[in-house]
């Protein structure tokens, strides 16, 4: 459904965590060197749980190779700087949703570039992020409400209708 990018994550247990939200919701995972850890790691194997093979990563050398593989794509940036909130965005199935790592977000040059794009969560004066996993999750969910959650919509009445 959308494309979720970790711009070089540090914490393998926050990218196993959106692999797992990734895997659940059909989006890609697209993750940006230099990675704060191996691809092997024990502890990004475990937050991910056996949903690795339920989702498609893939790995970039730079966000400028990321943007050259797709050059009609639209990007959203989630940033703490920005002034529009992310339930102002209008996410379609296909964009681009842009993450920075969790001790300093995205550099500043990618968000003075991108601004037109840059949304934020809002949150309460004083606090500093939210944890990266947990941003994800609520960018994805308002994305795939904006679309009337396609697919997850069918899943949801095969659900319900085990329970009965």
Avoid at 133 to 159: D, I, K, M, P, T
Wanted: proline residues 4%.
């Amino acid at each position: 459904m959308f494309h979720i990018v970790l711009v070089e994550p540090e914490i393998p247990q926050n990218t196993g965590n959106i692999a797992r939200t990734c895997a659940a919701t059909g989006c890609v995972l697209h993750l940006i060197k230099p990675l704060g850890f191996e691809l092997s790691d024990r502890q990004l194997k475990r937050a991910g749980l056996d949903y690795w093979d339920s989702v498609e990563v893939r790995v970039h050398e730079s966000f400028s190779e990321l943007e050259k593989t797709d050059p009609a794509a639209r990007f959203f940036f989630f940033t703490t700087k920005a002034e529009r909130a992310y339930s102002e965005a209008k996410f379609c199935p296909g964009d681009y949703l842009v993450f920075g790592k969790e001790t300093r977000g995205l550099e500043e040059e990618l968000l003075v570039e991108h601004r037109e794009h840059c949304v934020r969560l809002p949150m309460l004066a004083g606090s500093r992020s939210l944890n990266l996993s947990n941003a994800v999750a609520v960018a994805v969910y308002e994305g795939l409400r904006q679309n009337g959650f396609g697919n997850l919509a069918q899943a949801g009445e095969l659900h319900r209708l085990q329970w009965k």
